[in-house]
Every structure is written in structure tokens, then in C-alpha cells.
């Protein structure tokens, strides 16, 4: 039993603080617009998306394990259980990335994921030192990267780029502003340290809270416009689940008793895998299954 436990807590732990609930979000926002544009999606993109991701946030805490170690240190501490590994494990992701996409024959689409895979690692090079001298600019450049994701899609499957694109477009940015605003929270004292002018530093946590209150509700109007010009099924509006969550993590990172590791890496990335639950809830309550 106590085996099974300790296999367990590996395991769990490498989902985590590894980044792979990170990186099945950005699978699991693709799931979800597969659904509302009713094309069927398939295992080569939702791999290839997880694979992209995971590349490039490894290789973004593989390069600041230092500066992480005093902002995240139990995620420090698993990570250094494999870190000369991790270069090796970023080639292998990214030769997968790249064969399955010419094995399928989609060379614009490869084109254009590649470019935005090395948008993410140039951002741990050299974007994010900008945001030294350009307020938000990491929240806004991530949070691009993010949104993207839509724009790989519609290239994957040969999907036009037309207004419902565009609304999905700006829902997955607006979010990703929260979630990537929020998260810098925890780091605001080694940010200030390194004169990084992220929205938590230039606001401080409560007035980002606030701020982040308001974009939640900002972001809702793309889906209700989508709706009410029927660009977006009716189901998208169980989206706007993502409002009560939103104010929930808000409020607990208020509270001193909330485990800080639990609330950003379970609570606040776990979102994005809630978002096709909350879409084939609305199907089943609109009798569409």
C-alpha cells in the first residue's frame, strides 16, 4: 500500500508541478471549439497542441528553476529530480510535434505552429525581459500565444478565419489575461526585483483583483454577441461558467489558510479543462446528445 501511495504521489505530482495540466488545457480549449464549430476533432491535434505547450513551458522552468525555487519551491524541488533530462525530453516532444504534422501532410499548419512555438521559448530568452520597460507585456504576449491556439486550429482542419474564429479568438485571450495576470501574483516580490512591469507589480494584488473581476465580466460579451447573432451555437453560453469560477479563486486568494500551490496550479489551470464540461452539460440540457 505504501508503494502505491508514493507511485501515486509521483505521479500526481509530475501532472502538476510538470506542467501537464497546463498543457491538457491548451488541448482541452481546442476540444472545445471543436465542438461549438462542429468539426470533428482528432488525436494527432490534440497531441501535437499538448506537445507544443509542454515543450515550451518546460523549457521556461527549466531556464528560471533559480528564480523558481522562492516562488514555487515545491515545483522546484520535483523538477530538479529530472532537470538534465528535461533538454532531452523538450527534443523528443518537439520531433513528435514535427512528424506527426508532415506525416498528416499539414505544412501550413506545421509552418505556423512552429512560429508560434518559437514565439514561446524566444519568450523566456527575450520577451519577457521587455516587459522591463512595457507594462503588461507578458501578460499580453502569453496570453496572444494562448489565443493562437484557435488560428492553428482553423489551419489544421482548413476551417475559414471568420467571426466565430474571431470571438473565440478574443474569449480565449481575454481569460488567459486573467489567468496569467493572477498568476503573477505570487511572484510580485521577485518580479519587483528584477523591475519586471507585470500588472500585479504596477497594480498590487488588490487592485489586480479588481481589475481581473472586471475583465471576467468583459470577457462574456464576445460569447453573448456570438449568441445573439447566432455566429455561436446557444450551448456557448455555458462559457460563462467561467464567471463563478473565476470570482471563486478570486476570493480564495484572499484567504491566508488557501494552499497557494493547490489554488494556481490545480485550481486556477485546472479552468481550461472544465471548459468542454461545461459545454456537454449545456448539450445535455438541450438534448442534443
Same mark, same amino acid.
Given at each position: 500500500? %505504501?508503494?502505491?501511495?508514493?507511485? $501515486?504521489?509521483?505521479?500526481?505530482?509530475?501532472?502538476?508541478?510538470?506542467?501537464?495540466?497546463?498543457?491538457?488545457?491548451?488541448?482541452?480549449?481546442?476540444?472545445?471549439?471543436?465542438?461549438?464549430?462542429?468539426?470533428?476533432?482528432?488525436?494527432?491535434?490534440?497531441?501535437?497542441? &499538448?506537445?507544443?505547450? %509542454?515543450?515550451?513551458?518546460?523549457?521556461?522552468?527549466?531556464?528560471?528553476?533559480?528564480?523558481?525555487?522562492?516562488?514555487?519551491?515545491?515545483?522546484?524541488?520535483?523538477?530538479?529530480?529530472?532537470?538534465?533530462?528535461?533538454?532531452?525530453?523538450?527534443?523528443?516532444?518537439?520531433?513528435?510535434?514535427? =512528424?506527426? %504534422?508532415?506525416?498528416?501532410?499539414?505544412?501550413?499548419? +506545421?509552418?505556423?505552429?512552429?512560429? @508560434?512555438?518559437? +514565439?514561446?521559448?524566444?519568450?523566456?530568452?527575450?520577451?519577457?525581459?521587455?516587459?522591463?520597460?512595457?507594462?503588461?507585456?507578458?501578460?499580453?504576449? #502569453?496570453?496572444?500565444?494562448?489565443?493562437? !491556439?484557435? #488560428? $492553428?486550429?482553423?489551419? &489544421?482542419?482548413?476551417?475559414?478565419?471568420?467571426?466565430?474564429? $474571431?470571438? /473565440?479568438? @478574443?474569449?480565449?485571450? =481575454?481569460?488567459?489575461? #486573467?489567468?496569467?495576470?493572477?498568476?503573477?501574483?505570487?511572484?510580485?516580490?521577485?518580479?519587483?526585483?528584477?523591475?519586471?512591469?507585470?500588472?500585479?507589480? @504596477?497594480?498590487?494584488?488588490?487592485?489586480?483583483?479588481?481589475?481581473?473581476?472586471?475583465?471576467?465580466?468583459?470577457?462574456?460579451?464576445?460569447?453573448?454577441?456570438?449568441?445573439? /447573432?447566432?455566429?455561436?451555437?446557444?450551448?456557448? @453560453? $455555458?462559457? +460563462?461558467?467561467? !464567471?463563478?469560477?473565476?470570482?471563486?479563486?478570486?476570493? /480564495?486568494?484572499?484567504?491566508?489558510?488557501?494552499?497557494?500551490?493547490?489554488?494556481?496550479? #490545480?485550481?486556477?489551470?485546472?479552468?481550461?479543462?472544465?471548459?468542454?464540461?461545461?459545454? /456537454?452539460?449545456?448539450?445535455?440540457? &438541450?438534448?442534443?446528445?
Amino acid at each position: 500500500m %505504501q508503494r502505491i501511495k508514493k507511485i $501515486f504521489k509521483i505521479v500526481k505530482n509530475e501532472f502538476i508541478f510538470g506542467g501537464h495540466l497546463l498543457s491538457l488545457g491548451g488541448a482541452s480549449i481546442a476540444y472545445t471549439a471543436s465542438i461549438l464549430l462542429n468539426i470533428e476533432i482528432t488525436w494527432d491535434f490534440l497531441l501535437i497542441v &499538448y506537445l507544443a505547450f %509542454q515543450s515550451a513551458y518546460l523549457f521556461n522552468r527549466y531556464k528560471e528553476i533559480e528564480k523558481d525555487s522562492l516562488t514555487n519551491p515545491e515545483r522546484t524541488v520535483h523538477l530538479e529530480k529530472y532537470y538534465k533530462k528535461i533538454p532531452f525530453i523538450i527534443l523528443l516532444f518537439l520531433l513528435i510535434f514535427f =512528424l506527426i %504534422q508532415l506525416y498528416f501532410h499539414k505544412i501550413p499548419a +506545421l509552418i505556423f505552429s512552429s512560429f @508560434v512555438v518559437v +514565439l514561446g521559448f524566444l519568450y523566456s530568452i527575450f520577451f519577457k525581459t521587455l516587459t522591463r520597460k512595457i507594462i503588461a507585456l507578458k501578460d499580453i504576449f #502569453v496570453s496572444l500565444l494562448w489565443a493562437l !491556439v484557435i #488560428v $492553428f486550429f482553423t489551419l &489544421y482542419y482548413s476551417h475559414p478565419l471568420d467571426l466565430s474564429i $474571431f470571438i /473565440l479568438f @478574443v474569449f480565449i485571450f =481575454l481569460r488567459w489575461i #486573467v489567468n496569467t495576470s493572477f498568476f503573477d501574483i505570487k511572484d510580485i516580490k521577485s518580479d519587483s526585483e528584477e523591475h519586471l512591469l507585470t500588472l500585479a507589480v @504596477v497594480l498590487g494584488k488588490e487592485r489586480l483583483i479588481s481589475l481581473l473581476s472586471l475583465i471576467t465580466i468583459f470577457a462574456i460579451l464576445p460569447i453573448i454577441f456570438g449568441i445573439y /447573432l447566432n455566429i455561436i451555437p446557444m450551448i456557448s @453560453v $455555458f462559457l +460563462l461558467l467561467t !464567471v463563478p469560477y473565476t470570482y471563486y479563486y478570486l476570493k /480564495l486568494s484572499r484567504s491566508a489558510k488557501i494552499n497557494t500551490a493547490f489554488l494556481y496550479n #490545480v485550481i486556477v489551470d485546472g479552468e481550461f479543462l472544465l471548459w468542454p464540461i461545461f459545454i /456537454l452539460i449545456g448539450k445535455l440540457l &438541450y438534448g442534443r446528445i
